[in-house]
DNA sequence: TTGCGGATTAGACTCATTCTAACTGATTAG
DNA sequence: CTAATCAGTTAGAATGAGTCTAATCCGCAA
């Protein structure tokens, strides 16, 4: 089920797209839409299936053309473990990923500025890092449906 | 330069082979060798050329399959940055990655046990992690000329 | 209208990795 | 001694996620 954007949540599209001096389309807002309607991580053929719901013509090749953009502009973020496609998730808050061994779902693991803080610590001086990605991998009960 | 394995490395390399019942060929030890004599991380094809030149005859579907014979006796460690060619690392003290920005290279950062519990108390209830990984992108002044 | 420039599109291409099938060489069985 | 076995090695083909290219599309402004 692909919900429509909150108002909210277009502004936030049009906003980030504008400010960096590209220009809101209907496909941009489609996978936008997509991966703000369930937030599982999908990969770009998962949000190439779910998106062509709602726009039978959009190309594979736009929609790796519109997460890129949106990894740009800061919108969503791109999520890897060992040599899988590439999965993408809008979730801004600094977070861990969990990869479920079982199911491959990759859930979110919130990540508290003391742990953070704690983890930059062990750089040695010298050593400066704009990006940390930190990923579980192992077993979750599941508990229930969702995937964050 | 590619040095010989020491007695204790060799005696390192023949236990986990043998403890995980596959055998101690001229190729794996080439293999092995040349990731312990420069631990910077290289990628499959890095190994492949250093190994040829102690082993003209090797080819590159063996540096594969020992690379990931070695990953699965627990000799080596794969390490992954985005969707970068996969890098392999001999050493198994749990530490994590920092990619350097401006070079490409990949340094081992020490993990202390106490970062490395706080990390494993982020997961929630049901959530059981067998494996962690760490990644670091950012800039590192050049100190030197090792990597680790 | 026409022109411009960003966006979209289909399809070709890349290249790290995996797969396949033939070969090697050490060990074991007769 | 042969021959069968079997893990390991090898070259080359196949795979597939991702990237590139070149042709269109389209909203906007001169
Ligand atoms: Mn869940
Ligand atoms: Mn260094
Ligand atoms: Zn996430
Ligand atoms: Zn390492």
Redesign the interface.
């Known amino acids: 089920m692909i919900r429509n954007l909150t108002e909210q949540d277009k502004e936030h599209l049009q906003e980030a797209l504008i400010k960096s001096g590209q220009k809101v389309t209907p496909q941009r807002e489609a996978v936008f839409t997509v991966l703000l309607a369930e937030r599982d991580h999908p990969t770009v053929d998962e949000v190439f299936t779910r998106a062509r719901e709602v726009m039978p013509g959009l190309s594979l090749a736009t929609v790796y053309n519109c997460l890129e953009t949106f990894v740009g502009c800061g919108l969503v973020r791109?999520v890897?473990h060992?040599?899988e496609s590439?999965r993408y998730c809008p979730n801004l808050a600094p977070h861990?990923h969990?990869r479920d061994?079982d199911t491959g779902r990759v859930?979110d693991?919130?990540?508290?500025p003391?742990?953070l803080k704690?983890?930059r610590?062990?750089?040695?001086p010298?050593?400066?890092?704009?990006?940390?990605?930190?990923?579980?991998?192992?077993?979750?009960?599941a508990?229930d449906t969702h995937s964050n």
């Not at 610590?121 to 040695?124: D, E, G, T, W």
């Open positions: 791109q890897n060992e040599r590439t861990a969990f061994k859930h693991i919130e990540l508290p003391e742990v704690s983890l610590s062990i750089l040695p010298g050593f400066d890092s704009e990006v940390i990605e930190i990923s579980f991998h192992g077993r979750a009960q508990k």
